[in-house]
């Protein structure tokens, strides 16, 4: 088109918020909502206040948020007494009394696993450029004051109105920018957006800015669709369009987030493995002594049992991720031929180009991470086998000279109580050493001289009496460790009769 647009003035302009954020977990309970649910609609009530419109400071009145509602593949949530679409007017501000007054709508939806939240203000008449820092007063609809989990993309719909006489032409990127700067001249915000791409929706160019953040919380997204075509108004308010453009940026946007959970579940696991890594050499320096190194080892093993297990959780969780990005990035290719499929002209290379960059750069990285990581989930398990083998030698070690310090003990004891029991013998006997020998009354005399005679045969006697009470002594407290072995031995007996 050869057309000339003054770029000072733009016809009914609205600025759509689509907010998107997490509502239930696949780990939590089915039905079960994940524990800030309700913060969207939280921050959506003081942004009310802070405008003083009571329609949306009281917006949680309106949302029907059944108990145990599990995930729905789409679900509205405002109340069909309102006609499911909340809509109010802003308050009357002095000074402007020449500018239409805004008005706007909030519409909600549940997505699987997402609230989707649709903000819009508008102008219902013609306004300046300038006037759009009203649709985004004080920067309150950007990521860093709406604080939706998943993300968000703020969209521009306006009609620029052509000149009658103008020297210049004013392009359409130029004037995309400039409705750009209008959007953020109220908001202090480091989180500025740059050109991206551009494309047609509908017949009409749209432009896509974005800063490309990985954080969704920074991510700022916005889309300037400057309507600029015959059949664009027309198929526009028809609202074909509408779903599948709203699912598409709630699949980017989730897309993105499973991306920035993936990056910082490896974040994680990177310093775990640094920790394992210090670990592995203090291995080197252990102590000499053994209880101080099996005190030393077990130690070690409380500490690095846990931080295995949540380094394979951390695994777990990027695989997950992976998964759903894998979902969301086909969920989004659907959406996005259906908009491709749309009466009028599209153009949507830049949907296009996200796309590619999600199967190409995305999932690759995530791919490239799990490599790097695989390798230290098994070298946890062999650190830890490592460790319980260095235990288990260690603690066979220090038994083994505990039993021999017992042993020398027992050896000592028994060398101790054979000495009294000798002693005993000796000095119980020792009456008999000058003793002549009698037989029947009769004193013998031997042929040679035995004066010790007596005392000999008394120490003979004592100590067979004493080996004989040892063995008795030995079977009986042998029987009595194991008094059901003759049973079962007797038992086995008639039975293989």
Not at 14 to 36: Q, T
Not at 79 to 100: A, D, K, N, Q
Request: aromatic residues 10%; contains cysteine; glycine residues 6%.
């Amino acid at each position: 088109m050869n057309e000339q647009f003054s770029g000072e003035l733009l016809h009914y302009p609205k600025l759509s918020l689509y907010a998107f954020h997490l509502c239930h977990d696949m780990a939590l309970p089915e039905g079960e909502r994940v524990e800030d649910s309700e913060l969207l609609w939280q921050q959506f009530e003081e942004l009310g206040k802070s405008l003083g419109i009571d329609a949306i400071a009281t917006c949680s009145q309106w949302l029907n948020m059944e108990p145990n509602q599990a995930t729905v593949p789409f679900r509205e949530l405002l109340s069909e007494e309102i006609g499911r679409c909340l809509r109010f007017h802003f308050p009357v501000v002095e000074g402007h009394s020449e500018t239409p007054r805004r008005n706007g709508e909030l519409y909600a939806v549940q997505l699987h696993d997402t609230y989707v939240a649709d903000l819009t203000f508008r102008y219902p008449g013609i306004v300046p450029v300038a006037e759009l820092s009203h649709l985004n007063p004080e920067g309150r609809l950007l990521p860093d004051r709406i604080s939706a989990a998943i993300g968000q993309t703020l969209v521009l719909f306006a009609k620029p109105v052509i000149a009658e006489e103008s020297p210049d032409s004013d392009p359409l990127p130029g004037l995309a920018d400039r409705c750009l700067q209008a959007i953020l001249t109220q908001a202090q915000t480091p989180f500025q957006p740059s050109y991206s791409a551009k494309g047609k929706l509908l017949g009409s160019q749209i432009f896509e800015y974005d800063n490309d953040a990985e954080n969704p919380a920074q991510s700022c997204h916005i889309l300037i669709w400057l309507d600029c075509h015959p059949d664009t108004a027309q198929l526009e308010e028809s609202g074909d369009y509408y779903r599948p453009l709203m699912e598409l940026l709630c699949y980017r946007s989730k897309i993105r987030f499973s991306y920035h959970q993936a990056r910082t579940r490896y974040r994680d696991c990177r310093q775990l493995y640094h920790e394992l890594e210090t670990l592995i050499k203090a291995l080197e320096t252990l102590p000499e002594d053994t209880a101080e190194k099996l005190t030393v080892l077990q130690e070690s093993l409380l500490k690095i049992t846990p931080k295995a297990f949540t380094y394979a959780g951390y695994l777990r969780d990027i695989e997950d991720q992976r998964t759903t990005l894998i979902t969301n990035l086909n969920n989004y290719t659907k959406k996005m031929k259906k908009l491709t499929s749309l009466k009028g002209e599209q153009e949507l290379d830049f949907l296009e180009s996200f796309r590619y960059h999600s199967r190409v750069k995305l999932l690759r990285q995530i791919h490239t991470n799990l490599n790097y990581l695989r390798p230290g989930n098994a070298l946890f398990g062999q650190y830890i086998a490592t460790l319980r083998g260095i235990v288990e030698v260690e603690q066979a070690k220090m038994n083994y000279q505990q039993q021999e310090a017992n042993q020398d003990l027992q050896d000592q004891i028994q060398a101790v109580g054979l000495g009294i029991a000798a002693g005993a013998i000796v000095a119980s006997t020792s009456g008999l050493m000058f003793q002549s020998w009698e037989w029947k009354g009769e004193k013998v005399e031997p042929s040679f001289p035995l004066p010790l005679l007596a005392f000999l045969i008394a120490l003979l006697v004592s100590a067979a009496c004493s080996i004989g009470a040892w063995s008795w002594a030995k079977e009986g407290i042998k029987k009595g460790r194991f008094p059901f072995r003759d049973v079962k031995g007797r038992q086995s007996a008639k039975l293989k009769r």
